[in-house]
């Protein structure tokens, strides 16, 4: 392989101390000489070579040149230049190569060096070393995963450029088919896991190997870990992904509300998994949200009253989740304080809005630099939610809802009434949205957290449940 590159202009060559082959002479025929900077004699397998030819008469029109290496048969071919000078990779897949450069200048005339220069090379290639950094599960919580791993690594080459390492990865059983990596992380595909056809729990052992440019290839490494199925049964129906953090009686509220409604929704036990983000946490790129939530129908992902905003939604939420729902994915989102705007931190971007929720934005009140889009709960009221014939009951004070500026007012699943608010909404202003999305999945979102209807009273019954239970149902999973 022979990759011409600029990179010492000749002029700015000084010839004293390198190696010379042939003598300047006067010559009716074009005559040609190589050089390197410093000694030749077992180089680098990426050198700098240099060559010139002169004439009696007329003019250098160019070059050919080309690099026998044993290595390399195929690549022994003659190459024309204009150049004086490259800087050559060797295959040395090996280690080493005992190759030969020639060059020979073509005249004005097209009459080429009928002897052309030749200085033989022994080439050496150190191998490159890559070490794997981080195992697929995130902060190590736990060493499980669903048939999705990112892993990082770090890459040395000795004699080498480290940027042009490309690494091998495969899993275990497929070392004949590997996957090219290149830079420091990679992420491996979801058909990778599968074994007869099917997701399958148990151990898998991720390898990776660097190869250098000279195709040297270096010492594997390795990591294990836990892959779990989606689901124990032959349909995998629903991801719930349970990300409220803590103990006692709140969490269990909430983990009870919307497990039971899956239940109630008639899903069969074999068909859903729940993944407890506080437990396992197996997402460290958008690529393992979107390709760990596409192993599912539906995806529901809920926070309950927690003020703070989900990191692995900020992290990974817009591209991962956008991903899923473009590929036909149905998703249900519970969250205070789920969309960031200039003045308030949240999990997903305006752009996320703009795009997947048919919004123009979210409401702020104030005005800058004091404008905030985090909306609270000024105490008891009832909540429509006309999109499924229901109403919530609030009866708790609690900061971080969002007002979306929808387009379609078809799409709002719950609002909140004029002047509910605790910044005194001016307008009925919609917390809650189930929008259809282009390739047929749905998104639906509530700012609006569901366990804060659960107290009942005689005039108007706890409605939480029943709500869910409908939400549930525009996705399709009170359904066969």
């Known amino acids: 392989m022979l990759a011409l590159t600029s990179v010492v202009a000749l002029a700015s060559l000084v010839l004293g101390g390198c190696g010379l082959k042939g003598v300047m002479k006067p010559s009716p025929t074009p005559d040609t000489i190589i050089f390197i900077d410093g000694a030749v004699d077992t180089v ?86 890559v070490r794997l950094t981080s195992k697929p599960n995130s902060a190590d919580r736990s060493d499980t995963t669903f048939a999705s791993a990112t892993v990082e690594w770090i890459v040395s080459d000795p004699d080498g450029d480290e940027n042009q390492v490309v690494s091998r990865v495969w899993l275990n059983g497929r070392a004949d088919t590997p996957l090219i990596a290149s830079g420091n992380s990679f992420t491996m595909p979801s ?13 898998r052992k991720l390898y990776i190997q660097g190869i250098d440019d000279g195709g040297m290839a270096g010492p594997i490494d390795s990591v294990r870990w836990y892959v779990r199925s989606p689901v124990t049964g032959s349909r995998a129906r629903l991801l719930l992904v349970d990300d409220v953090s803590g103990t006692g009686p709140a969490k269990t509220r909430v983990d009870t509300l919307y497990s039971n409604a899956v239940v109630n929704a008639g899903v069969q036990p074999g068909d859903w998994s729940v993944l407890h983000l506080q437990t396992t946490q197996p997402f460290r790129s958008s690529k393992d949200l ?75 009140y104030a005005f800058p630099p004091d404008s905030s889009s985090s909306w609270g709960l000024a105490g008891t009221a009832v909540f429509p939610c006309p999109l499924i014939a229901d109403s919530l009951l609030n009866t708790r004070i609690v900061a971080g ?37 282009s390739a047929g999945g749905r998104l639906i979102v509530s700012t609006y957290p569901m366990v804060s209807a659960t107290v009942p009273t005689p005039a108007f019954p706890q409605r939480a449940s029943i709500v869910l239970l409908k939400i549930y149902g525009l996705l399709g999973l009170t359904g066969p």
Do not use: C
């Open 44 to 129: 680098n397998h990426v050198v700098h070579l240099h060559w010139f030819g002169s004439i009696t008469s007329g003019y250098i029109a160019g070059y050919e040149v080309r690099l026998l290496n044993p290595e390399a048969p195929a690549d022994s071919s003659w190459l024309f230049t204009t150049r004086t000078d490259s800087l050559i990779t060797v295959v040395t897949p090996n280690g080493f190569s005992a190759a030969v450069f020639e060059a020979r200048a073509i005249d004005d005339r097209g009459v080429r060096d009928p002897e052309p220069a030749r200085q033989p090379f022994k080439f050496r290639n150190n191998p490159p070393i």
């Open 290 to 364: 979107e390709q760990t939530m596409r192993q599912f129908e539906t995806v529901v992902w809920y926070r309950g009253e927690q003020t703070a905003f989900s990191r692995v939604l900020a992290s990974y939420g817009d591209e991962g989740v956008g991903r899923y729902l473009d590929a036909g994915g149905r998703m249900f989102i519970e969250s205070l304080n789920l969309i960031a705007t200039p003045y308030t931190d949240g999990a997903l971007s305006l752009d996320f809005v703009s795009h997947y929720l048919n919004s123009d934005g979210v409401f702020r």
């Open 401 to 437: 809802l969002r007002a979306f500026q929808t387009r379609d007012a078809s799409q709002v699943l719950t609002y909140v009434p004029a002047h509910a608010l605790s910044q005194d909404n001016p307008f009925p202003m919609a917390v809650a949205l189930s929008v259809p999305q």
């Open 191 to 203: 058909d990778q896991f599968l074994e007869d056809g099917v997701f399958k729990s148990g151990p």
